[in-house]
């Protein structure tokens, strides 16, 4: 006989989890919505996070021993039952109390019925003793003998795996059909797969411009005699309305006027829950609120449209801030700043910055590298697409190829058409004093740098999946020389994460470059020219070191360039994994680069995850060193190498 999932069935014995209401549960029960507190502690110091011995202790601890028997589950089967419950999880944190004990045997009851809904077996069994009774004939107030700990045994019947029957979509649902959604007769029948279609088929009336699109019905009923869940939905999709009044609550020291204008949600547009998404996401990245809701009117205003209420915390506006790099080919490096993201009330910031490097590597002060700047950013200047930065950056730099100092003054434009693509453009002065293969020069340059850049990553600092591809021109022209010239240079990076937790990603990079014009290389100023090697480019080589070279073994720097690297990043555990990686690049003399000379490096990476980002830690060697070379590469850092 069919049974809905409406109805339960409890026996002392046993808990059939085909009988029990679980869609619910596998949201709530299901590990991917457990949430997790976590912790930072190095070398002993606890860095930020509550320390964990002390949110462990427990009244009337009672310790417990955990037995999971799954006869007849697949290895996937057995796992999701794992991770599912807590009683095997952690095992080494005792209950509070004999009570404490059997309400976390049942709740783990709960999480194991969840875990075989999600796997689409609604016929199987969950029996949960302690100390050899069945947990649904221990009296309300339990005692266990705990002079040892306390035996509790799972045994998880899986039953048979459960496939779709018939699926109906009524009411008004309109052209929806359930196969646009993966439920498809024969198809997976697990709960999460249910759910998911079902919440997707309201984010699809919504995206009608329907705000009250709501699911009145999700009957799921399980049949037995041929293993079968026959499924329907009913839809309510509600009227069709616009965007109305914008409100913002919660403001201090941010103007209202601008968080609203900046959100771009414009009253008379289509409502879209894509867009409120987007208008979120993009007052997040500001970086003056900690924290940004979008809520949603109960019911339409008289003229029919939508109020809307951005709701924000401001933040700490005032920052600073301390960091380190190194690496065995380039030394160690210490950066400083300080900033303010809200300087005039309109999301403005100004960031003063400062760095040494070189430490340990360069033989005296004088050789390190310093540099100093100061950056203004004005987001939604104009229109709320476009953003104003202006900076003026000091440098002086001593690379194995050539000594430098430079001031860089800059101010530009960025605007943003969509989400992922932006353009750029500006005006840069450059004076530059520089020793290097020709000798002691000297160049005053003002350039219009021009930059489009589409970006799809999925996460910024650690992608899996996407890619980002820019193109950029440098019109320039060095007034001491009257020399006229141009760099044009193109990027992209690729990601393709592999199993279903991403636990391989494919990581490629190729960037390439010309200098046209300019006459002579020596016009060209030093720090224009192209050259590669180190960290950012290829590891295994020293800072700058692959270069064309003069007679007199100078690296000169040249007119192209292309570097390529890929890498397989390796999950070990949720925080460790390793990246094998091969790089390689070649800088030529001439416009069209000299492919007879390509310097590759391999090595192998390993990064550590936290809340920051990955930290990293590189080893890689030179496949083919120059004379006098570098014979090994040490690289630290935070985030990825690309």
């Given at each position: 006989m069919p049974n809905k999932w409406t109805d339960q069935r409890k026996s002392i014995a046993y808990w059939r989890a085909?009988?029990?209401l679980a869609v619910a549960a596998?949201?709530?029960?299901?590990?991917?919505?457990?949430?997790?507190?976590?912790?930072?502690?190095?070398?002993?110091?606890?860095?930020?996070?509550?320390?964990?011995?002390?949110?462990?202790?427990?009244?009337?601890?009672?310790?417990?021993?955990?037995?999971?028997?799954?006869?007849?589950a697949d290895s996937k089967l057995r796992d999701s039952?794992?991770?599912?419950?807590?009683?095997?999880?952690?095992?080494?944190?005792?209950?509070?109390?004999?009570?404490?004990?059997?309400?976390?045997?049942?709740?783990?009851?709960?999480?194991?019925?969840?875990?075989?809904?999600?796997n689409a077996r609604y016929g199987g069994i969950v029996k949960i003793t302690i100390a050899g009774q069945d947990i649904d004939s221990i009296p309300p107030v339990p005692t266990f003998n705990t002079s040892g700990p306390v035996p509790i045994v799972i045994d998880v019947t899986p039953g048979p795996v459960f496939t779709l029957g018939t699926v109906r979509f009524e009411g008004e649902v309109g052209g929806h059909t359930p196969a646009e959604y993966g439920l498809v007769t024969g198809g997976d029948a697990g709960s999460l797969a249910i759910?998911?279609?079902?919440?997707?088929?309201?984010?699809?009336l919504k995206s009608e411009s329907r705000p009250f699109a709501k699911l009145t019905k999700r009957e799921a009923v399980a049949n037995h005699a041929n293993n079968t869940v026959d499924l329907t939905m009913v839809a309510e999709a509600g009227p069709i309305a616009a965007t109305g009044d914008v409100t913002v609550k919660g403001d201090r020291a941010v103007d209202a006027d601008f968080i609203r204008r900046y959100s771009r949600l414009n009253s008379g547009e289509p409502y879209s829950p894509e867009r409120l998404r987007k208008a979120s996401d993009r007052l997040r990245k500001l970086g003056v609120f900690s924290s940004i809701s979008i809520k949603e009117a109960n019911t339409l205003a008289p003229n029919g449209t939508l109020p809307l209420t951005i709701e924000v915390?401001?933040?700490?506006?005032?920052?600073?801030?301390?960091?380190?790099?190194?690496?065995?080919?380039?030394?160690?490096?210490?950066?400083?700043?300080?900033?303010?993201?809200?300087?005039?009330?309109?999301?403005?910031?100004l960031r003063?910055?400062?760095?040494?490097t070189r430490l340990g590597e360069a033989s005296t002060v004088q050789d390190m590298d310093y540099s100093a700047g100061i950056t203004f950013v004005k987001p939604g200047i104009f229109t709320p697409e476009i953003t104003f930065t202006a900076s003026l950056k000091a440098k002086t730099e001593h690379p194995d190829s050539y000594d430098a100092q430079t001031v860089t003054a800059y101010a530009g434009f960025a605007y943003d058409f969509n989400d992922y693509d932006t353009a750029s453009a500006g005006l840069e002065v450059e004076w530059e004093n520089t020793e290097d293969a020709?000798?002691?020069?000297?160049?005053?340059?003002?350039?219009?740098?021009?930059?489009?850049?589409?970006?799809?990553?999925?996460?910024?600092?650690?992608?899996?999946?996407?890619?980002?591809?820019?193109?950029?021109?440098?019109?320039?022209?060095?007034?001491?020389?009257?020399?006229?010239?141009?760099?044009?240079?193109g990027s992209t990076t690729g990601y393709l994460g592999l199993g279903s937790d991403d636990q391989v990603v494919l990581a490629g990079k190729l960037a390439g470059g010309v200098l046209v014009g300019g006459g002579s290389l020596e016009d060209i100023p030093t720090t224009r020219r192209f050259f590669a090697g180190g960290g950012g480019s290829v590891r295994g080589y020293s800072y700058q070191e692959i270069s064309p070279y003069a007679a007199n073994g100078e690296a000169t720097g040249g007119r192209s360039y292309i570097v390529t690297s890929l890498e397989a990043r390796v999950k070990v555990t949720e925080t460790i994994g390793i990246v094998p990686f091969v790089d390689a690049g070649i800088v030529s003399s001439e416009i069209t680069p000299d492919f007879s000379d390509i310097r590759a490096g391999a090595g192998i990476g390993l990064r550590y995850q936290t809340p920051f980002g990955p930290l990293r830690l590189d080893v890689a060697m030179p496949l083919e060193k120059y004379p006098n070379g570098s014979s090994f590469g040490i690289y630290a850092g935070i985030g990825q190498a690309f």
């Open positions: 085909g009988t029990a596998a949201v709530t029960c299901s590990p991917g919505f457990v949430r997790e507190a976590f912790a930072l502690k190095i070398f002993g110091i606890q860095l930020w996070g509550s320390d964990e011995d002390k949110e462990n202790e427990v009244l009337n601890p009672v310790k417990f021993t955990v037995t999971l028997n799954t006869p007849g039952l794992e991770k599912s419950s807590l009683l095997v999880a952690e095992p080494d944190k005792p209950a509070s109390g004999d009570l404490g004990l059997l309400i976390r045997a049942k709740d783990d009851r709960d999480r194991l019925v969840a875990a075989l809904y999600e759910i998911r279609a079902g919440n997707k088929l309201i984010e699809d915390s401001e933040g700490k506006f005032r920052y600073f801030g301390v960091g380190a790099q190194y690496s065995t080919t380039e030394g160690a490096g210490l950066q400083g700043y300080w900033g303010h993201r809200n300087l005039f009330g309109k999301a403005e910031s003063i910055e400062g760095a040494v020709f000798g002691e020069n000297q160049y005053l340059t003002t350039s219009v740098p021009l930059e489009f850049v589409r970006d799809k990553r999925n996460d910024k600092l650690n992608p899996t999946q996407g890619f980002r591809a820019s193109i950029a021109a440098t019109p320039s022209y060095e007034a001491l020389n009257g020399t006229i010239f141009s760099s044009l240079e």
